[in-house]
């Protein structure tokens, strides 16, 4: 794959990165490698690929790109979904050990680990990832009785995941200072990076152990595969982390691996443009009557947007909100138009769903709460669909002033998209 000197910007390394070599005729997209096992060694020497499940050159141009993007010393991971990526990870952890998570994260990360902690015999702790002291305090506990200062990752007693901004409620955390404190305690440090991209945060540059994604969402953008990958900065770490994948099967077809490649190409113009679409969208919401709270770290009023102005280079594009009550909220996915009422996120669609509607998301979630997932479409059709589904559903029909145009800096984004 192709090399280049200097390094370039986020942007062009979307555009660039794992590149087939510059010769004349060569293709410009790496092609799609559909084979299950390949030559192996002859006269001509070893061979780089023996059998799909343990490695193909289908994963490489992803794995190499996504490990430049995020700054990777060593190629990532692919696997066959998030969760998939999120388990591999987890089963880090070993028995007798502690896993510290925030008490608002993915639901699976949350039911996966409570399911590895009762089979494998380790420790969760749930925590407010936005409550600094608190995860100090977690970290404390972990390595009370265990302390470990093990300079191999893998051999840590305890991890710390860390999700920000979290999922629904898009809390905050301080990613550099609990990363610091984990490290100076020996523990593990995870971070799923799957709601700002690597365009927004790069926790491997913190000092972060592992980053996780979920490819599916924003990195793949058009809701057409369902993949995961990881990130880590260890070799070492990598190769536990591969065995993990080989042992389980949690591996990617090659087309849908490409499919995500081409889609990674243009997470810089998309993430732009729904950034854009959810700061608008999240103010309108602010000044609606009948919404009870908006969270959105783009909002000067949230809590975690001073913390996010200053550690990541954008807001995102997820929006909450929440209104009086389950079935507010309900009838307010079930009145729209134009958003799709649906789970998943990250994809070129906008998408609402009623997070509480799902058995497993805590019970700390509003009822009433309400996720946005902001797509592309113009900020103005999207607007009027949700507002008319509020008024729909509250009966209130009371909109902030100059909500019916577009506002100066939102047009601007948008030619700029």
């Given amino acids: 794959m192709t090399t280049r000197e200097p390094a370039y910007s986020p942007e062009t390394v979307l555009v660039e990165a794992a590149r087939p070599p510059r010769v004349p005729g060569a293709s410009v997209n790496p092609p799609v490698e559909l084979s299950s096992t390949f030559i192996g060694t002859t006269g ?168 996780v994604h979920s490819v599916t969402k924003y990195l793949a953008g058009h809701s057409d595969v369902v993949l995961g990958a990881v990130l880590v900065g260890d070799p070492g770490l990598r190769e536990t982390l591969l065995a993990e994948r080989a042992m389980r099967g949690a591996i990617a077809g090659p087309f849908e691996v490409w499919l995500a490649l081409r889609g990674m190409r243009t997470l810089s113009v998309r993430l732009d443009r729904a950034q854009a679409n959810a700061q608008t969208i999240a103010e309108r919401l602010s000044e609606r009557v009948g919404v009870l709270e908006v969270r959105y770290p783009g909002l000067p009023t949230d809590p975690g947007h001073a913390r996010a102005a200053a550690q990541m280079s954008g807001f995102g594009a997820i929006v909450a909100f929440t209104v009086d009550s389950a079935q507010t909220a309900t009838a307010i996915a079930e009145a729209v138009r134009l958003w799709t009422p649906a789970t998943s996120l990250g994809g070129v669609e906008s998408l609402i769903e009623r997070r509480r509607r799902h058995a497993s998301e805590p019970e700390t979630v509003p009822e009433g709460l309400l996720r946005l997932s902001v797509g592309i479409e113009h900020v103005d059709d999207l607007w009027a669909d949700l507002d008319a589904a509020i008024t729909a559903a509250t009966g209130t029909k009371v909109a902030s002033p100059g909500t019916g145009a577009e506002s100066s800096s939102h047009r601007d984004a948008q030619a700029n998209a």
């Fill in 44 to 211: 001509m020497g070893e061979a780089p690929f023996g059998y799909g499940r343990l490695d193909t050159p289908a994963w490489t141009p992803f794995e190499e790109a996504l490990a430049e993007l995020e700054h990777a010393p060593v190629p990532g991971l692919v696997f066959g979904s998030g969760l998939a990526a999120i388990a591999a990870v987890l089963s880090l952890v070993p028995a007798g050990g502690t896993l510290i998570i925030p008490r608002h994260a993915y639901q699976g990360s949350l039911q996966s680990a409570d399911e590895l902690a009762a089979r494998c015999g380790f420790t969760v702790l749930s925590v407010d990832i936005a409550d600094t002291e608190a995860v100090i305090a977690a970290l404390d506990t972990a390595t009370a009785t265990d302390p470990t200062t093990a300079t191999d990752p893998a051999a840590a007693s305890a991890m710390l995941w860390i999700e920000s901004p979290t999922n629904p409620m898009l809390e905050v955390a301080d990613v550099p200072a609990l990363i610091a404190a984990a490290r100076q305690r020996g523990v593990l440090t995870a971070c799923d990076n799957t709601f700002a991209t690597p365009l927004l945060q790069t926790p491997l540059d913190l000092g972060a152990d592992i980053v």
